[in-house]
């Protein structure tokens, strides 16, 4: 099968950031999914910023946004009616000039497996390291999908499902059906990588850049990074629009009030979308059935993938059910226990399309603004936020800093100059802190992110979504660590293991790894309210700490963006001491009765294996085997064709047999993973 997911080499996140990035989720695996930032990005401005439509960038762009870390991709799609057609492209190409090659799809087949599939980590090479700094500064296979949901007419009537509404500013006065006649225009054509390209007044099109497109670059994706090192919740909003016609492709589309014009029910956005994604979904039909029974949905699992419950509003009916009207699952939940990790909802929805059915949609698409809020924010020119910052010192009330699916697309990016890159990181950097997930919706210096010298300025924007790490950590060695960087002694490399909060980092607040044996105060949380921190009386070791902590309190780690800055409000409104400048040459205060300079402890260290990060003093890495335990194998993640063929030189019948018995045999001694994640291990 051909591969549509085709990253650059570059796009793809190395250590730190890669390390970052898995920690950082891992962290918040049990906090709902609405709670959690993540970096989205228009796809129209970033991939078509130069209204070019073609195949070949298309695949290029989204498979380097989908492995930088782009969680959420903006989609326009359009409805070609000429072609009854969902289309990437802005204006409808005449039937008679498309290519008469459908769109590649991922079929969806009726049998699956639920599997999760764990691999171990691997130390990076110091070439690595050195390659990720300077990227820094010069700022498919076919799968088993399962059986395809249906949009049922009684799961749209309970959801309430509205036809679809305008929220569209341009004018919609003109009426399809009665105004739009065959036209005799015609476009040139130029060839390029993906087949004849026809020009279309500013913008140029491939007959098949179309929806199906999309779905199996995404599709790919998904498949490809099926394993508990590279699994991540993903996000497709869709804003809805009609194609402008030939005669007039700058002009305002035509309203479409015709049944015969509108999508019918074999053309619904979620019967297409279904065909490569419906076993990688989580739908509005899955969030309401296990909003209304807790105690087998959400609470019916292993403890490790329960979402905190002080983030949403459950109650108990009088059969001793509990239910809950406005909450959501963690990561953790949806990924190991429903085996998904895609969430699609409907953004805008213009005029022109006002009376496309929703309903048919219900069960599958989330309705507008239901997994997006939009806050008023403005930034300063250097990318200060303004306003809207949703964390407020005073306010520890979830329900006053409800930042629930809070989105901006304040984004400020300079249109050239030296420091463009630098102020649009810290505007992303500074939304994410406030708890808002950015949006990035230009083209960064007129390039799209397609072009190859384009990628490390577009990752860098990714990574500025990171709230938790300083930049560059957590470094796996104190030579490559700025902190440690002009003490004479560094630690061992077995004790450089340990996190530590560090309020005078740039940015503020950020992680760094530190000497494990070091003496530093605890980051104490309250278990009733994940904002509200105090800091320990008495300093310690890490291994120390965890028993610092007064009553009500336990020795934590902020697992999201708005937990980190609360935690920083209080240490700078509680601890002035701590944040005094010290003179001592060693950053852990060893020689000194100095507090060690913003330093404290969270609970967050990798000392029972380098590189992996986990919550817990003495807990131990999901991903990583006793040595010598030989017998494990890679599990599969999400569904996939059951089964696994292992080559080996001998007799066919004495194969089976053996590989029987092995596969047997790891069923019985499949281990849960501490932090929540199902693994089997890779031969160490």
Not at 30 to 44: E, G, H, Y
Not at 361 to 372: E, R
């Amino acid at each position: 099968m051909s591969s549509y997911f085709t990253p650059n080499i570059d796009a793809q996140p190395v250590a730190p950031w890669s390390t970052a990035l898995l920690a950082q989720r891992d962290v918040a695996q049990q906090i709902p999914i609405n709670f959690v930032t993540t970096p989205a990005v228009a796809l129209t401005a970033v991939c078509f910023g130069h209204g070019r439509y073609e195949d070949d960038i298309a695949e290029r762009c989204v498979s380097d946004l989908l492995a930088m870390g782009f969680r959420r991709l903006l989609v326009d799609l359009y409805w070609d009616v000429s072609r009854n057609t969902w289309s990437l492209c802005p204006v409808e190409v005449p039937a008679s000039m498309s290519d008469s090659t459908p769109s590649p799809t991922l079929r969806a087949h009726s049998t699956s497996s639920a599997r999760i599939s764990s691999v171990q980590l691997t130390t990076p090479t110091r070439a690595a390291r050195a390659k990720t700094s300077t990227l820094a500064l010069s700022t498919a296979t076919e799968r088993s999908p399962r059986q395809i949901l249906s949009a049922s007419s009684s799961i749209a009537a309970s959801t309430g499902a509205p036809r679809a509404s305008s929220s569209s500013n341009s004018p919609s006065s003109l009426n399809w059906s009665t105004l739009h006649t065959p036209t005799s225009s015609t476009a040139s054509i130029i060839s390029s990588p993906s087949g004849p390209l026809y020009e279309l007044g500013p913008y140029s099109c491939t007959s098949t850049m179309q929806l199906s497109l999309l779905a199996t670059i995404v599709a790919q994706y998904l498949d490809g990074s099926e394993t508990t090192l590279s699994a991540f919740m993903q996000y497709l909003q869709i804003n809805v629009h009609v194609a402008a016609s030939l005669d007039n492709p700058a002009g305002t589309a035509q309203t479409v009030n015709d049944t015969d014009m509108l999508p019918g029910l074999e053309n619904a956005l979620s019967v297409v979308l279904a065909d490569s994604l419906s076993s990688y979904l989580y739908t509005p039909s899955m969030l309401f059935s296990d909003r209304n029974n807790l105690n087998t949905s959400w609470y019916g699992v292993s403890e490790a993938h329960y979402p905190d419950s002080n983030y949403f509003i459950s109650e108990e009916g009088p059969d001793g059910i509990y239910a809950s009207s406005d909450g959501w699952p963690c990561e953790a939940y949806i990924e190991l226990e429903k085996f998904r990790r895609l969430l699609i909802s409907f953004g805008s929805i213009d005029s022109q399309m006002s009376d496309y059915r929703l309903d048919a949609d219900a069960a599958t698409i989330f309705a507008p603004g239901y997994i997006q809020q939009t806050p008023l924010t403005s930034l300063s020119a250097t990318g200060q936020i303004m306003s809207g910052c949703f964390f407020d010192t005073n306010i520890k009330a979830l329900a006053r800093a409800n930042n629930s699916w809070a989105f901006s697309s304040d984004v400020i990016v300079p249109n050239e100059g030296a420091s463009a890159i630098l102020i649009a990181n810290t505007s992303i950097s500074n939304l994410t802190s406030c708890g808002i997930s950015p949006i990035l919706n230009q083209t960064i210096l007129n390039s799209t992110a397609d072009n190859s010298t384009s990628i490390p300025s577009y990752a860098s924007l990714a990574n500025a979504a990171i709230w938790s790490w300083a930049p560059n950590e957590p470094a796996n060695d104190s030579a490559f660590s700025s902190y440690y960087a002009s003490v004479p002694s560094p630690p061992a490399a077995t004790q450089f293991r340990c996190a530590a909060f560090n309020a005078l980092s740039t940015p503020s607040g950020r992680w760094h790894v530190a000497d494990c044996t070091g003496q530093h105060y605890a980051a104490c949380r309250s278990t009733t309210n994940p904002y509200t921190w105090t800091i320990s009386t008495y300093r310690g070791t890490y291994t120390d700490v965890d028993n610092n902590c007064p009553s009500g309190f336990t020795f934590a780690v902020p697992r999201t963006a708005l937990e980190n800055a609360h935690l920083l409000g209080t240490l700078r409104a509680s601890r002035p001491d701590i944040l005094s400048s010290s003179k001592s040459t060693d950053p852990d205060g060893d020689s000194s009765s100095d507090p060690s300079d913003g330093i404290i402890w969270i609970n967050f260290n990798s000392l029972s294996a380098a590189g992996c990060w986990v919550a817990g003093v003495n807990e131990s890495c999901p991903y990583a085997l006793p040595s010598g335990d030989a017998d494990r194998r890679r599990q599969v993640i999400v569904p996939t064709v059951a089964g696994v063929i292992v080559l080996f030189l001998g007799l066919l019948t004495m194969f089976v047999k053996c590989a029987a018995n092995r596969q047997s045999s790891r069923r019985r001694r499949r281990r849960k993973g501490e932090g929540g994640w199902d693994y089997e291990g890779v031969p160490s």
